[in-house]
């Protein structure tokens, strides 16, 4: 029978861009082929295969992602075994988005303070 489903990459809790390509690949340290993989994504199947490529994510890839391995023993394969993985963690966070927000706030503040005094010392030397 199956056992020790595991999802590469680890640890449990992952943190990624939008954008970034994410791939998890599902393994078991036990069990002989045929070995079935099937991908569960907060709890509903998602996909079929050792790997699982997620692409060009988003933030609705956010979620607890898990494996579950089936092989059958015998012929007729009436025993069915099956091993799930821990659950893994997947946090899709925006590129810095409160901080880039304020950095761009505090630029402009400041670009436009030095336009101001600019044009105030041209306009006094003009007027001198």
Known sequence: PVANATITPAPPALQVRPGDPVTLRCSVQVGSAPVTFTWLHNGQE???????????????????YQCMATNQLGQDGHRVFRALSPELALEVTPWGHGDTAVAAGVGGSLLSLVLLVGAMVGWHRCHR
Do not use: K
């Open 46 to 64: 998602l996909a079929r295969g050792p790997l699982l490529e997620l692409g060009d994510i988003d933030v609705g890839h956010s979620g607890t």
